[in-house]
Protein backbone atom coordinates (compact mmCIF):
# COMPACT_ATOMS: atom_id res chain seq x y z
CA UNK A 1 0.00 0.00 0.00
CA UNK A 2 1.23 3.69 -0.59
CA UNK A 3 2.54 5.37 2.11
CA UNK A 4 2.38 8.65 2.96
CA UNK A 5 3.21 11.24 0.02
CA UNK A 6 3.61 14.71 0.15
CA UNK A 7 4.04 17.86 -2.14
CA UNK A 8 6.03 19.37 -3.65
CA UNK A 9 8.70 17.84 -2.93
CA UNK A 10 10.92 21.04 -3.30
CA UNK A 11 9.71 24.50 -2.62
CA UNK A 12 11.83 27.94 -3.82
CA UNK A 13 10.08 31.23 -2.39
CA UNK A 14 11.15 34.59 -2.30
CA UNK A 15 11.02 36.10 0.87
CA UNK A 16 7.32 37.64 1.52
CA UNK A 17 5.67 35.10 -0.76
CA UNK A 18 2.98 32.40 0.71
CA UNK A 19 3.35 29.05 0.25
CA UNK A 20 1.12 25.76 0.66
CA UNK A 21 2.55 22.47 1.60
CA UNK A 22 0.33 19.21 1.00
CA UNK A 23 0.30 15.72 3.24
CA UNK A 24 -1.65 12.92 1.97
CA UNK A 25 -1.60 10.62 4.95
CA UNK A 26 -1.76 6.79 4.80
CA UNK A 27 -6.18 5.99 4.27
CA UNK A 28 -7.58 5.29 7.46
CA UNK A 29 -5.41 7.30 9.46
CA UNK A 30 -6.86 8.81 11.95
CA UNK A 31 -3.53 11.34 13.55
CA UNK A 32 -1.62 13.05 11.25
CA UNK A 33 1.65 15.17 12.68
CA UNK A 34 3.49 17.95 11.18
CA UNK A 35 7.45 18.50 11.79
CA UNK A 36 10.12 21.15 10.90
CA UNK A 37 13.44 19.82 9.95
CA UNK A 38 16.25 22.57 10.18
CA UNK A 39 19.55 21.67 8.68
CA UNK A 40 21.46 19.33 10.70
CA UNK A 41 18.92 19.14 13.61
CA UNK A 42 16.52 16.56 14.54
CA UNK A 43 12.69 17.06 13.41
CA UNK A 44 10.49 19.43 15.99
CA UNK A 45 6.76 19.22 16.50
CA UNK A 46 4.71 21.77 14.93
CA UNK A 47 0.91 20.40 15.28
CA UNK A 48 -1.03 17.66 15.72
CA UNK A 49 -4.20 16.55 14.22
CA UNK A 50 -6.78 13.63 15.19
CA UNK A 51 -8.84 13.51 12.28
CA UNK A 52 -10.07 16.89 11.15
CA UNK A 53 -9.51 18.37 14.78
CA UNK A 54 -6.44 19.99 15.38
CA UNK A 55 -5.91 18.91 18.71
CA UNK A 56 -2.34 20.67 19.40
CA UNK A 57 -0.98 23.64 18.00
CA UNK A 58 2.02 24.40 20.39
CA UNK A 59 4.89 24.16 17.98
CA UNK A 60 3.80 26.59 15.52
CA UNK A 61 6.21 29.07 15.62
CA UNK A 62 4.33 32.32 14.74
CA UNK A 63 1.02 33.14 13.31
CA UNK A 64 2.45 33.15 10.17
CA UNK A 65 1.86 29.13 10.48
CA UNK A 66 -1.37 27.27 9.95
CA UNK A 67 -2.18 24.23 9.28
CA UNK A 68 -5.63 22.34 8.36
CA UNK A 69 -7.18 18.90 7.40
CA UNK A 70 -10.92 19.54 6.79
CA UNK A 71 -12.21 15.82 5.98
CA UNK A 72 -9.43 14.28 8.52
CA UNK A 73 -7.49 13.06 5.58
CA UNK A 74 -5.35 15.41 3.45
CA UNK A 75 -3.46 18.59 5.59
CA UNK A 76 -2.35 21.52 4.20
CA UNK A 77 0.19 23.32 6.41
CA UNK A 78 0.32 27.15 5.06
CA UNK A 79 3.41 29.36 6.08
CA UNK A 80 1.94 33.39 4.89
CA UNK A 81 4.94 36.14 4.51
CA UNK A 82 7.77 33.69 4.10
CA UNK A 83 11.18 34.50 6.01
CA UNK A 84 14.58 33.10 5.58
CA UNK A 85 14.24 31.45 8.74
CA UNK A 86 11.69 29.25 7.77
CA UNK A 87 13.88 27.42 5.32
CA UNK A 88 13.76 23.70 6.43
CA UNK A 89 12.11 20.24 5.80
CA UNK A 90 8.60 19.83 6.60
CA UNK A 91 8.03 16.25 7.25
CA UNK A 92 4.46 14.83 8.24
CA UNK A 93 3.65 11.80 9.83
CA UNK A 94 0.61 9.54 10.26
CA UNK A 95 -0.71 7.02 12.50
CA UNK A 96 -3.50 4.57 12.80
CA UNK A 97 -4.76 5.66 16.05
CA UNK A 98 -3.84 8.34 18.86
CA UNK A 99 -2.34 5.77 21.12
CA UNK A 100 1.66 6.28 22.07
CA UNK A 101 2.28 2.86 21.28
CA UNK A 102 1.30 3.43 17.28
CA UNK A 103 4.03 4.06 14.80
CA UNK A 104 4.40 7.27 13.50
CA UNK A 105 5.21 6.59 9.61
CA UNK A 106 7.05 9.66 7.94
CA UNK A 107 6.49 11.02 4.58
CA UNK A 108 9.53 12.05 2.06
CA UNK A 109 9.29 15.63 2.85
CA UNK A 110 8.85 19.06 1.68
CA UNK A 111 12.36 21.03 1.16
CA UNK A 112 11.54 24.94 1.54
CA UNK A 113 13.95 27.31 0.46
CA UNK A 114 13.08 30.86 0.95
CA UNK A 115 15.80 33.50 -0.66
CA UNK B 1 11.25 23.26 25.97
CA UNK B 2 12.29 19.05 26.55
CA UNK B 3 15.53 18.17 24.95
CA UNK B 4 16.87 14.70 24.06
CA UNK B 5 20.68 14.46 24.44
CA UNK B 6 22.58 12.97 21.64
CA UNK B 7 26.02 12.72 21.43
CA UNK B 8 29.43 12.82 19.23
CA UNK B 9 27.45 14.40 16.25
CA UNK B 10 29.10 11.40 14.24
CA UNK B 11 30.93 8.11 14.05
CA UNK B 12 33.11 6.42 12.40
CA UNK B 13 32.90 2.69 12.28
CA UNK B 14 34.78 -0.19 10.26
CA UNK B 15 32.11 -2.63 8.28
CA UNK B 16 31.89 -5.40 10.88
CA UNK B 17 32.27 -3.72 14.21
CA UNK B 18 29.49 -3.21 16.74
CA UNK B 19 28.35 0.40 17.66
CA UNK B 20 26.27 2.01 20.59
CA UNK B 21 24.68 5.09 21.07
CA UNK B 22 23.43 6.96 23.98
CA UNK B 23 20.18 9.10 24.39
CA UNK B 24 19.51 11.35 27.66
CA UNK B 25 17.13 13.47 28.53
CA UNK B 26 16.40 15.73 32.06
CA UNK B 27 12.94 15.02 31.63
CA UNK B 28 11.29 11.59 31.86
CA UNK B 29 9.71 10.36 28.78
CA UNK B 30 7.26 7.12 28.93
CA UNK B 31 7.81 5.93 25.13
CA UNK B 32 11.30 5.59 23.75
CA UNK B 33 12.06 5.11 20.28
CA UNK B 34 14.90 4.81 18.06
CA UNK B 35 14.35 6.47 14.06
CA UNK B 36 16.83 6.30 10.98
CA UNK B 37 17.17 8.95 8.46
CA UNK B 38 18.30 8.62 4.93
CA UNK B 39 19.04 11.57 2.50
CA UNK B 40 15.88 12.56 0.74
CA UNK B 41 13.61 10.01 3.15
CA UNK B 42 11.81 10.91 6.20
CA UNK B 43 12.66 8.93 9.55
CA UNK B 44 11.62 5.40 10.02
CA UNK B 45 11.31 3.80 12.93
CA UNK B 46 13.52 1.00 14.11
CA UNK B 47 13.07 0.08 17.42
CA UNK B 48 9.99 1.21 20.06
CA UNK B 49 10.26 0.41 23.54
CA UNK B 50 7.37 1.47 26.08
CA UNK B 51 8.23 0.03 29.49
CA UNK B 52 11.47 1.40 31.92
CA UNK B 53 13.92 -1.62 31.90
CA UNK B 54 12.47 -3.23 28.46
CA UNK B 55 15.25 -4.60 26.25
CA UNK B 56 14.06 -4.78 22.82
CA UNK B 57 15.90 -6.25 19.09
CA UNK B 58 15.21 -6.11 15.51
CA UNK B 59 17.56 -8.57 14.03
CA UNK B 60 20.89 -6.64 14.37
CA UNK B 61 19.84 -3.74 16.66
CA UNK B 62 18.98 -3.59 20.18
CA UNK B 63 17.81 -1.16 22.44
CA UNK B 64 16.81 -0.29 25.90
CA UNK B 65 14.17 2.15 27.74
CA UNK B 66 16.64 3.18 30.99
CA UNK B 67 14.97 2.07 34.33
CA UNK B 68 15.08 6.38 35.39
CA UNK B 69 13.33 6.24 32.35
CA UNK B 70 15.40 9.34 31.02
CA UNK B 71 18.02 7.59 29.15
CA UNK B 72 17.89 4.84 26.28
CA UNK B 73 20.86 3.14 24.19
CA UNK B 74 20.72 2.01 20.76
CA UNK B 75 23.03 -1.13 19.80
CA UNK B 76 24.17 -2.22 16.05
CA UNK B 77 26.09 -5.55 16.03
CA UNK B 78 28.22 -6.07 12.61
CA UNK B 79 28.08 -3.02 10.99
CA UNK B 80 27.14 -3.05 7.36
CA UNK B 81 27.42 -0.31 4.83
CA UNK B 82 23.61 -0.01 4.15
CA UNK B 83 23.88 0.79 8.03
CA UNK B 84 25.12 4.32 6.87
CA UNK B 85 22.31 7.18 7.84
CA UNK B 86 21.49 9.65 10.78
CA UNK B 87 20.28 7.50 13.98
CA UNK B 88 17.95 9.58 15.98
CA UNK B 89 16.25 9.11 19.80
CA UNK B 90 12.92 10.30 19.93
CA UNK B 91 10.54 10.32 23.37
CA UNK B 92 6.56 10.46 23.90
CA UNK B 93 5.83 12.15 27.49
CA UNK B 94 1.95 13.17 26.82
CA UNK B 95 -1.52 11.50 25.43
CA UNK B 96 -1.22 12.84 22.18
CA UNK B 97 2.08 11.06 21.20
CA UNK B 98 4.29 14.45 19.30
CA UNK B 99 7.77 12.97 19.13
CA UNK B 100 10.52 15.34 21.13
CA UNK B 101 13.81 13.86 19.33
CA UNK B 102 17.45 14.34 19.15
CA UNK B 103 19.62 16.14 17.10
CA UNK B 104 20.78 12.59 15.72
CA UNK B 105 24.05 11.06 15.16
CA UNK B 106 25.53 10.50 11.54
CA UNK B 107 26.65 6.69 11.28
CA UNK B 108 29.44 6.07 8.47
CA UNK B 109 30.78 2.80 8.00
CA UNK B 110 33.80 1.80 6.33
CA UNK B 111 34.42 -0.96 4.03
Known amino acids: GAGVSQSPRYKVAKRGQDVALRCDPI?????LFWYQQALGQGPEFLTY????????KSGLPSDRFFAERPEGSVSTLKIQRTQQEDSAVYLC?????????????FGPGTRLTVL | GQQLNQSPQSMFIQEGEDVSMNCTSS?????WLWYKQEPGEGPVLLIA?????ELTSNGRLTAQFGITRKDSFLNISASIPSDVGIYFC???????????FGKGITLSVRP
Open chain 1, 93 to 105: ASSYTSGRTDTQY
Open chain 1, 27 to 31: SGHVS
Open chain 1, 49 to 56: FQNEAQLD
Open chain 2, 27 to 31: SIFNT
Open chain 2, 49 to 53: LYKAG
Open chain 2, 90 to 100: AGITGANSKLT
